[in-house]
């Protein structure tokens, strides 16, 4: 073949190639949020985020080609099905000490990053180390988002309806009151849900509810118990930061039993993959409380197995699978044991 017919059929290839490829910023169903307590307060290390560590993140999200998006626009897109960008990520803090206002929220505002603050209106009522509501009041003028834990950060799960709807009436008043609005987003105090408890979030008016447990949240998602990653005390090192936040999610429907509540212990836990897996045999699944568990695979079906009860309290498993470009799909869940 001569050198002019070898360029052209070079030429030809390199063009086949880049019609295949996709779009640079292709769109995605799926989502990464963040969640932090409190900041440069060591009392309670599993809680506390340092400035180094914040700012250390944050330098991830401007260099990592992250789109760092408001949390009720991630909401609306799972809801709607719109498309978001890769590697989209939402912050969100679920404390109100006054750690935020002085040490993360001047770090946030210089990078331009959206955040939504969780907050228990009882807590901001006593004052102490909480922000207060002029405070709030300031942030959301900045363009923070204010979302709701409730009056009393309830663990909803240990107290009856009655109690609840009280709750959430109580603190709906005060968020009308004092922000002349009433938020429609709600994280669990403690990750704690249950399938009782979602009907009267719906009751409230919100729209969505977020977790603790880990895990990119996508279109199929339960909407009122979202996935968040915690990157507070030793989950905040930078090498699970980059794990978590270029997470994918994993396809998990039909989830049973549905109930994070624990009526069966240990559970059988279950669930069953929406779409091909590429790489599925390579699943592994770790449970909070005995480690690395057995997990069966029947078809789409995965099963998963744990040999010891779950201690009263809280418990996590996560589910992961590595993509063949270094990143991982990533199903968490959060169990309540009575």
């Not at 991830?60 to 789109?67: E, M, V």
């Not at 204010?146 to 107290?159: E, W």
């Not at 009151?177 to 709600?186: A, V």
Request: with cysteine; hydrophobic share 45%; aromatic share 8%.
């Amino acid at each position: 073949m001569t050198t002019g017919k070898v360029a052209s059929a070079a030429m030809m290839w390199v063009m086949a190639l880049l019609s295949a490829a996709p779009e640079p910023a292709q769109a995605a169903e799926s989502a990464v949020v963040l969640m932090y307590h409190r900041f440069d307060d060591d009392r309670v290390a599993a809680l506390n985020t340092t400035s180094d560590q914040l700012t250390t993140h944050i330098d991830a999200l401007k260099s990592g080609g992250f789109s760092v998006l408001p949390l009720p626009e991630i909401a609306r897109a799972m809801r709607s099905g719109a498309a978001l960008p890769d590697k989209a990520v939402a912050i969100t803090v679920d404390d109100s000490s006054t750690g935020f206002y002085t040490r993360a929220w001047p770090l946030l505002r210089r990078a331009g990053f959206p955040v939504t603050l969780f907050v228990a209106t009882d807590e901001i009522d006593r004052g102490g180390e909480s922000m207060n509501w002029e405070q709030l009041r300031e942030l959301r003028a900045a363009g923070v988002t204010i979302a709701s834990q409730g009056a009393a950060r309830l663990r909803f799960p240990r107290v009856g309806a009655e109690v609840a709807l009280a709750d959430l009436a109580r603190a709906r008043a005060r968020f009308e009151r004092e922000l002349g609005q009433i938020p429609d987003l709600f994280a669990w105090p403690g990750g704690e849900a249950d399938s009782a408890s979602i009907p009267l979030l719906r009751q409230a008016g919100f729209v969505a509810a977020f977790g603790q447990h880990s895990g990119a949240l996508w279109t199929r998602s339960e909407p009122f118990f979202l996935p968040r990653f915690a990157l507070t005390g030793p989950h905040g090192d930078p090498d699970r930061f980059r794990l978590a936040v270029r997470s994918l999610p994993l396809p998990a429907i039909d989830i049973t039993p549905d109930d994070p509540v624990i009526r069966t212990n240990p559970p059988s836990f279950g669930f069953t993959l929406a779409e091909d897996v590429a790489g599925i045999a390579a699943l592994s699944c770790f449970a909070s409380h005995e480690g690395q568990v057995r997990v069966e695979q029947l078809g789409p079906r995965i099963e998963v197995r744990m040999s010891r009860p779950i201690p009263p309290g809280r418990a996590r498993l996560n589910c992961t699978v590595p993509t063949l470009d270094g990143r991982w799909r990533w199903f968490g869940w959060q169990f309540a044991t009575p």
